[in-house]
C-alpha cells in the first residue's frame, strides 16, 4: 500500500507545470557543491568515528558487530559526500556497495538494528531530493536489497552453504524498514518538488517585477506624452494667435499708428486666458496634498465655440459650420475633435496666406466627423511668423487614435490645405471610416 501511494504520489505530480528546466551546472558551481558535500560528509565521518572509538571503550557497549556499525558509519559517509554533485552514480554505489560490503565483509551478512538501514535512507532520500532518479525505482531497490539484508538472505546469493540458511524473516521489521525507505522516497521527492516550485515562482517572480517596471515606465512615459501634448495644444494655441496679431500690427504700424495698441488690448486679454488655460492643464498635475494625480481631459466639445470665436479674433475669418445643438460625447472624444479643430485653425493662422478658413462638424451614423479647409496658398517662409514650428500634425495623430479615430491632414483637390478627423462617439464601436485617401505631406 505504501508503494502503491508512493507511485500515486509521483503520478500526481505535474512536472512539465511546474518543473524548471536544470542549465548544466557551471563548472565552479560543481565544485562549490562538491566542496560542501564533502565537507559535510568528512564531519559527519569525523563525528561518526569518535562516537565509536568512545562507545567502544564503554564497558556496557556490547553490539553484536561492531565491524557492522563501522560500515553503516561509512556507507552514510559516502551518500552524504556524492548527494548533490553526483547523486545518481552515488546512490547506486552506495546500495550495491553497502549490500557487498555486508555480505562479504561481515559475518552472517545479517542487519542486525535499524540504525544500520541508515545509509539506504540518506542515499534514497539524496537522490529523489536531486530528481536524479524516479521515488518508486529508489524506494524499491533500496527496500528490497535492505529486507534482504535483514533477513540474511545473502549467504545463498553468495555461494554459501543453502542448506543450513533458514531465514527467519521478522515481518514486522521488514514492515517497518520498508515504511522508513519508502517514506525517505517521499520526503525528498516532496522536498524536491518544493525547490522546483519555489524556484519556479522566483523565476516568475522577478519575471513580473521586471514586467511591472517596464509597465510603470510606460505609463510614466504615456502620462508625460499626454501631458505635453496638452501644455503645446493649449499654450501654442494662445501664443501663436497672440505672435501674429503682434506681427501684423507692427508690419502695419506705420500706416495705421492705432493697430499695436489695438493689438495690445487684445493681447493682454489672451494672454490672460493662455495663462488660465496651463493653469488649468498644471493643476490636474498635483492635489491639494502634493501627491500626483492623474491627468483628466480639460477641454470638452462645448469649448469648441469658444476656440473658433478666439481665432477669429487673431484675425482669421472663420467659417464654422455647427450641429445645435452639440452632440454628447464622452470627455476625451469631445477633447480630440477641439484640440484637432484648435491645431487646424492654428495651423492656418501660421503657415497659411489665406484670411479665410471652413470648419464643419457634423454627426455621421455614430461618428463625428470634422473638416477644416483653407483656400491657401502656403505663406512665404519671409514673411511667415518665426520660431512656431512645432509637431502639430503628430500631436493631431495621437488625439485621433486616443479617441479610436483617424485623421488626415493634406492639400484639398482644389488647392489650401484640408484636414479630415473621425472619431467614434462609442469607444466599443467598430473601427472609424477612414477618410478619403489624400497625399500625406511631412509635418509642419
Not at 16 to 34: E, I, K, M, S, Y
Not at 42 to 68: E, F, K, N
Request: charged share 15%.
Amino acid at each position: 500500500m505504501i508503494a502503491r501511494a508512493c507511485a500515486a504520489y509521483v503520478g500526481r505530480m505535474p512536472d512539465d507545470d511546474l518543473a524548471v528546466p536544470r542549465a548544466r551546472p557551471r563548472a565552479g558551481a560543481r565544485r562549490d557543491l562538491l566542496r560542501g558535500d564533502l565537507a559535510v560528509a568528512g564531519a559527519t565521518g569525523a563525528a561518526w568515528t569518535l562516537a565509536l572509538v568512545v562507545l567502544g571503550r564503554w564497558d556496557y557497549w556490547m553490539p553484536v558487530s561492531q565491524h557492522a556499525w563501522w560500515c553503516a558509519g561509512a556507507g552514510v559517509t559516502a551518500a552524504l559526500a556524492l548527494r548533490r554533485w553526483a547523486a545518481r552514480s552515488g546512490f547506486w554505489v552506495v546500495t550495491v556497495g553497502y549490500f557487498v560490503a555486508y555480505t562479504l565483509v561481515l559475518d552472517g551478512g545479517r542487519m542486525v538494528s535499524f540504525v544500520h538501514v541508515l545509509p539506504l535512507l540518506v542515499t534514497t532520500y539524496a537522490v529523489t531530493r536531486a530528481g536524479a532518479e524516479p521515488p518508486v525505482l529508489a524506494a524499491a531497490v533500496a527496500g528490497v536489497l535492505g529486507v534482504t539484508l535483514q533477513a540474511g538472505a545473502a549467504n545463498a546469493s553468495f555461494g554459501l552453504s543453502t542448506w543450513d540458511w533458514h531465514p527467519a524473516v521478522d515481518l514486522s521489521a521488514a514492515v517497518q524498514l520498508v515504511a522508513l525507505v519508502v517514506a525517505a522516497a517521499l520526503l525528498g521527492a516532496m522536498v524536491h518538488r518544493l525547490a522546483a516550485t519555489s524556484a519556479s515562482l522566483a523565476e516568475r517572480n522577478a519575471q513580473l517585477v521586471a514586467l511591472q517596471e517596464v509597465r510603470a515606465r510606460e505609463a510614466v512615459a504615456a502620462e508625460r506624452t499626454r501631458i505635453a501634448r496638452e501644455l503645446h495644444d493649449v499654450v501654442a494655441h494662445h501664443v501663436s494667435a497672440i505672435v501674429v496679431r503682434a506681427q501684423a500690427a507692427d508690419r502695419v504700424a506705420d500706416t495705421r499708428p492705432d493697430a499695436p495698441r489695438e493689438a495690445v488690448r487684445w493681447i493682454a486679454p489672451a494672454g490672460k486666458e493662455a495663462l488660465d488655460a496651463m493653469r488649468s492643464v498644471v493643476r490636474v498635475l498635483r492635489a491639494a496634498d502634493g501627491s500626483a494625480t492623474p491627468y483628466a481631459p480639460t477641454a470638452g466639445l462645448d469649448s469648441l465655440p469658444a476656440v473658433v470665436a478666439r481665432v477669429r479674433e487673431a484675425g482669421l475669418d472663420v467659417h464654422a459650420a455647427l450641429p445645435e445643438p452639440l452632440p454628447a460625447c464622452p470627455p476625451q472624444v469631445g477633447m480630440a475633435v477641439v484640440r484637432v479643430a484648435q491645431e487646424a485653425l492654428t495651423n492656418v493662422l501660421v503657415h497659411s496666406a489665406a484670411t479665410t478658413a471652413t470648419l464643419t462638424l457634423e454627426l455621421a451614423g455614430g461618428d463625428l466627423v470634422l473638416e477644416v479647409t483653407d483656400p491657401g496658398p502656403a505663406r512665404p517662409p519671409a514673411v511667415a511668423p518665426t520660431g512656431l514650428g512645432g509637431s502639430g500634425l503628430l500631436h493631431m495623430r495621437e488625439r485621433a487614435t486616443a479617441a479610436g479615430g483617424t485623421v488626415t491632414a493634406g492639400t484639398a483637390p482644389g488647392g489650401g490645405w484640408r484636414v479630415w478627423l473621425v472619431v467614434p462617439l462609442d469607444r466599443t464601436a467598430a473601427t472609424p471610416p477612414p477618410a478619403p485617401a489624400r497625399p500625406e505631406p511631412a509635418d509642419a
